[in-house]
C-alpha cells in the first residue's frame, strides 16, 4: 500500500521537486503549486499506461492541500482513498508490462 515514508517529503517539495508513482494501475502525482508564501500541494491520480503529460486532463483526478507536514499526510490519505473509490479503473486499466507466468 503507499506508505507515507516512501513518499517524498515536505522539504523536497519546498525546493519544486514532484513525485510521480504508479500503485497496482493507479497512477499520481504530488507537487508543490502556487507562489510563496501561499504554497499547496497538488495531488493527481489518473489510470495506466501513460504519464501525466500524455493523459487526457478529462482522466485525471486533482485534489489540493495545505503546504504543511498534516496537508502532506492528507494527500497520502487521499490518494489512499482514490486508490479505493475507483479500484475499478485501475484494475481495468492497460498494463506496459505483462504479468509474469501471464
Not at 39 to 47: L, Q, R, S
Amino acid at each position: 500500500m503507499l506508505d507515507a515514508n516512501r513518499i517524498m517529503s515536505l522539504t523536497f517539495m519546498s525546493y519544486g521537486g514532484e513525485m510521480t508513482g504508479d500503485h497496482f494501475g493507479m497512477r499520481y502525482m504530488l507537487r508543490r503549486i502556487g507562489e510563496k508564501p501561499d504554497f499547496k500541494i497538488e495531488a493527481t491520480v489518473w489510470p495506466d499506461p501513460l504519464n501525466f503529460e500524455n493523459t487526457d486532463d478529462s482522466k485525471k483526478t486533482v485534489n489540493e492541500f495545505d503546504f504543511t507536514q498534516e496537508g502532506r499526510l492528507e494527500a497520502i490519505e487521499w490518494l489512499k482513498k482514490m486508490y479505493e473509490e475507483k479500484k475499478d479503473i485501475w484494475d481495468k486499466a492497460p498494463k506496459l508490462v505483462k504479468p509474469r507466468g501471464g
